[in-house]
């Protein structure tokens, strides 16, 4: 029995499946392709197995964000608030200058003087943040801070402390020479170095919170402006005269324990007592404060 004639077409074929003067074996061409697609299939399998295995980046501590924070709102803000700060610097001293004609001396030249220095902290802690955090929230800037890997906490306390920071020289010019215009001593003005952060903290938180919570920013501005007014009409006026009600409105600040801290210090011999007392109620409400801010923050970041 003859074989089948060998056609043209089978010698291609033999052709492409000889390599290097070697006949490969019958299927050897698919096989090689077989096991070169099932040995990509596996790489690629090894390769995603071990990339969804890779631990996320662990996110950052509270003290390095919120160094990083407070450095950034410091350099940002170092332009524009300047003028503001000096706004606030003036306010105080016309508001001391105007109360000298009303204000002789003793327990009146005091509050006057510790309310106007610690005037400077609520028109900057209070006032501005209420306005920048309400301007953040409705342009959206919380979305690109919601985003980073810091804590909430970092965020609000970066911001309150840049701000707070702008207070120091106003706070220092305020308290220098309303104490050399109504002649008190000069000795107790250390202090300053825990009123300020310490009130600074208090109002700060509360100006966050005011900011975040006001569903426009022209509320958060027009809160921001009340709870300065507060601070002046409750801060600066001397609490001997004013009626019951006022005065528990006044208990209510959180800079007033801060004013009546500084205020202690001008007396010929300060209750240091009532100082560290005042001091701690003004801490106290500076955590409390804060932590309301910070939820704050959260809750305006995921609507």
Same mark, same amino acid.
């Given at each position: 029995?003859?074989?089948?004639? *060998?056609?043209?077409?089978?010698?291609?074929?033999?052709?492409?499946?000889?390599?290097?003067?070697?006949?490969?074996?019958?299927?050897?061409?698919?096989?090689?392709?077989?096991?070169?697609?099932?040995?990509?299939?596996?790489?690629?399998?090894?390769?995603?197995?071990?990339?969804?295995?890779?631990? @996320?980046?662990?996110?950052?501590?509270?003290?390095?964000?919120?160094?990083?924070? /407070? *450095?950034?709102?410091?350099?940002? &803000?170092?332009?524009?608030?300047?003028?503001?700060?000096?706004?606030?610097?003036?306010?105080?001293?016309?508001?001391?200058?105007?109360?000298?004609?009303?204000?002789?001396?003793?327990?009146?030249?005091?509050?006057?003087?510790?309310?106007?220095?610690?005037? #400077?902290?609520?028109?900057? &802690?209070?006032?501005?943040?209420?306005?920048?955090?309400?301007?953040?929230?409705?342009?959206?800037?919380?979305?690109?801070?919601?985003?980073?890997?810091?804590?909430?906490?970092? %965020?609000?306390?970066?911001?309150?402390?840049?701000?707070?920071?702008?207070?120091?020289?106003?706070? +220092?010019? $305020?308290?220098?020479?309303?104490?050399?215009?109504?002649?008190?001593?000069?000795?107790?003005?250390?202090? @300053?170095?825990?009123?300020?952060? +310490?009130?600074?903290?208090?109002? &700060?938180?509360?100006? &966050?919170?005011?900011?975040?919570?006001?569903?426009?920013?022209?509320?958060? $501005?027009?809160?921001?402006?009340?709870?300065?007014?507060?601070?002046?009409?409750?801060?600066?006026?001397?609490?001997?005269? +004013?009626?019951?009600?006022?005065?528990?409105?006044?208990?209510?600040?959180?800079? $007033?324990?801060?004013?009546?801290?500084?205020?202690? $210090?001008?007396?010929?011999?300060?209750?240091?007592?009532?100082?560290?007392?005042?001091?701690? %109620?003004?801490?106290?409400?500076? #955590?409390?404060?804060?932590?309301?801010?910070?939820?704050? /923050? *959260?809750?305006?970041?995921? *609507?």
């Amino acid at each position: 029995m003859k074989s089948p004639t *060998r056609t043209d077409s089978d010698a291609a074929v033999d052709g492409v499946a000889e390599t290097d003067g070697h006949r490969a074996a019958p299927g050897a061409v698919g096989g090689a392709g077989s096991a070169s697609a099932e040995g990509a299939g596996a790489a690629a399998g090894v390769g995603a197995g071990e990339s969804a295995r890779v631990p @996320l980046a662990p996110r950052a501590r509270l003290w390095p964000a919120l160094g990083a924070v /407070y *450095r950034a709102q410091l350099s940002r &803000a170092r332009v524009a608030r300047i003028p503001l700060l000096f706004v606030a610097t003036f306010q105080s001293l016309g508001i001391m200058v105007l109360m000298r004609g009303v204000v002789d001396g003793g327990a009146e030249a005091r509050a006057v003087v510790a309310g106007s220095s610690v005037l #400077v902290v609520a028109f900057v &802690a209070l006032n501005l943040l209420a306005q920048y955090f309400g301007q953040l929230r409705a342009g959206g800037g919380l979305d690109h801070y919601a985003t980073l890997p810091v804590p909430a906490a970092s %965020v609000v306390l970066g911001a309150a402390a840049a701000y707070a920071s702008f207070t120091v020289p106003g706070v +220092l010019v $305020t308290a220098v020479t309303g104490s050399v215009l109504y002649q008190l001593p000069l000795g107790g003005l250390w202090v @300053l170095a825990a009123v300020v952060p +310490l009130a600074g903290a208090a109002l &700060a938180g509360l100006g &966050a919170a005011l900011g975040l919570l006001a569903p426009r920013p022209e509320l958060a $501005t027009l809160g921001g402006q009340l709870g300065m007014s507060a601070a002046l009409l409750l801060g600066v006026l001397p609490a001997g005269g +004013l009626p019951p009600v006022v005065q528990w409105a006044r208990d209510l600040l959180p800079s $007033t324990y801060g004013v009546e801290a500084f205020a202690r $210090t001008f007396a010929p011999h300060p209750d240091w007592g009532h100082v560290g007392a005042d001091l701690a %109620v003004c801490a106290a409400v500076g #955590v409390l404060s804060l932590a309301v801010a910070t939820r704050a /923050y *959260r809750w305006a970041a995921t *609507r």
